[in-house]
């Protein structure tokens, strides 16, 4: 079956240390991938896209990676503050209608 | 960045009563927009597309006569839980696609809809 997997479903690290989020795939072959914030009782916010033939994206303190052979993505913040702590959900558009498949997400907690 | 307003943010409403929740783009237009249902600790799933003048389609599994949607204008789409039971208890998020715009979607901020 297709799904999305996101690496763990919690995890805390301490501040100015760099957060390292798992995003993982089968049975797709997108386009692009995306990566959202969410916090509690609020919509996703969009952070970054990444396409296919790109193998890294930049924005401020985040970076995503995206390897399409082991179907892929990390997100990355580094110098990592309290203020990040919230989920982090990657999507996927598999048939490029923008009908988005989100992943299962993983809370970040960054502790001071 | 564009802006997608969902109301209200919470509701409560009583079993077999029904809900509307509003969608609306604020500074661009829509011609789709996207319907997600979202449980405790769950990620989202998307329930149904919204196309303006036209009919939604639904994904398998969700009922139509259920969840009513009207895309009158291409800045408001609207989801009505009909006859809403404990069940349909929920975050209900919409997202919406600038017509002119890149591919990124951009979401409301949700409504919480408890039935009691």
């Known amino acids: 079956s297709q799904k999305i997997e996101q690496n763990s479903e919690a995890l805390n690290i301490q501040e100015g240390k760099t957060a390292t989020l798992t995003c993982n795939y089968t049975n797709y072959s997108p386009a692009y991938l995306q990566w959202y914030r969410q916090d509690p009782g609020r919509g996703p916010v969009f952070l970054l896209l990444i396409r296919e033939n790109e193998k890294e994206k930049r924005k401020e303190r985040l970076k995503v990676t995206f390897d399409t052979t082991l179907k892929q993505s990390l997100f990355h913040i580094t110098a990592s503050q309290p203020a990040d702590s919230a989920t982090y959900l990657c999507a996927l558009d598999p048939s490029g209608t923008y009908k988005y498949i989100f992943g299962t997400g993983t809370r970040l907690k960054v502790l001071a | 960045g564009a802006v997608v307003s969902q109301h209200p943010s919470r509701v409560i409403c009583k079993s077999g009563t029904s809900v509307k929740i509003e969608c609306r783009s604020l500074d661009f237009q829509a011609t789709t927009m996207f319907w997600y249902r979202q449980f405790p600790k769950q990620s989202l799933m998307l329930m149904a597309t919204?196309?303006?003048?036209?009919?939604?389609?639904?994904e398998q599994g969700v009922e139509k006569d259920k969840f009513l949607i009207n895309h009158a204008s291409l800045t408001l789409s609207t989801l009505t839980v009909t006859s809403a039971h404990p069940e349909d208890s929920s975050f209900y998020i919409c997202?919406?696609?600038?017509?002119?715009?890149?591919?990124?979607?951009?979401f409301g901020q949700g409504t919480r809809l408890t039935v009691v």
């Open positions: 919204s196309n303006e003048g036209s009919k939604a389609t639904y």
């Open positions: 997202s919406a696609r600038d017509n002119f715009g890149g591919t990124e979607a951009f």
